[in-house]
C-alpha cells in the first residue's frame, strides 16, 4: 500500500470528524414548570404544569428537570389511563431523590404524577408529547406498522449533580459542531 504520509491517528480523527458531522448534538433541559420546586400548585394557578407543557416543542435528547424536597416527595411516570385515574400504583418509573432527571429517548406521550397519595388530585401531574425527529408531532393512528410503543415502554432516569440556581430552562449545547468541524480539519490535514 502507497504512504500517503497519513498517520493513523489523523485517519482515526478523519473519521470522527466525518462522523460528527453525522451528529446532532444539541438537546435541551427543562426546569419543570419553570418553578423552584415541583410540587401541588396554588389555587390560583392549578393548571400551571398543563399551561407550561404546552409552550414547550419537547424532542428527542432533551430532558426534565424535576427538582423538590425527597423527604416530602417525588415523582413517578404512569400510563395514561393511570394518569387521568390518578392510580399511583405499578409506575413505570419511580424517582425519588429530589434532584431527578428524566431524559426523552423516544418520541410520544409521556406521563409524570407525583408519588405521593393525594398530590395528584390536587393538579401535582405533568404530561407531555415529545416531537418525532423530523419535528412533526407523533401520533399513535400516524405511526408505521411495528412502531407502536406500549404504555410501559421504558426511558431511562439520571440524577446527578447540584440544583442549579436559574428558574429557566437551559440549553444543554455540548460543544459547538461548527467548532468540532475545524478542530477536526486542523487535526486531519496536519
Known sequence: MADLGITKFQLFCGIQFLMLLQTNVIGFQYKVGNLDAWGIPTSTNKQVYTN??????FQLGDSLLFLYPPSQDSIIQVTEEAFKTC????????????????????????????????????SQKLEISVLTGNGSAFSPSNAPPGELLPDTAP???????SI?????????????TTILAVIGLVTFWT
Open 164 to 176: 442549579p440556581s436559574t428558574s429557566w430552562s437551559s440549553s444543554l449545547q455540548v460543544f459547538p
Open 87 to 122: 392510580n399511583l400504583k405499578d409506575p413505570i418509573l419511580y424517582m425519588d431523590n429530589g434532584n431527578s432527571l428524566f431524559n426523552i429517548t423516544t418520541p410520544g406521550k409521556y406521563y409524570f404524577t407525583s408519588g405521593i397519595p393525594g398530590h395528584c388530585e390536587k
Open 155 to 161: 426511558s431511562y432516569s439520571n440524577a446527578f449533580g
Open 52 to 57: 407550561w407543557s404546552k409552550k414547550q416543542s
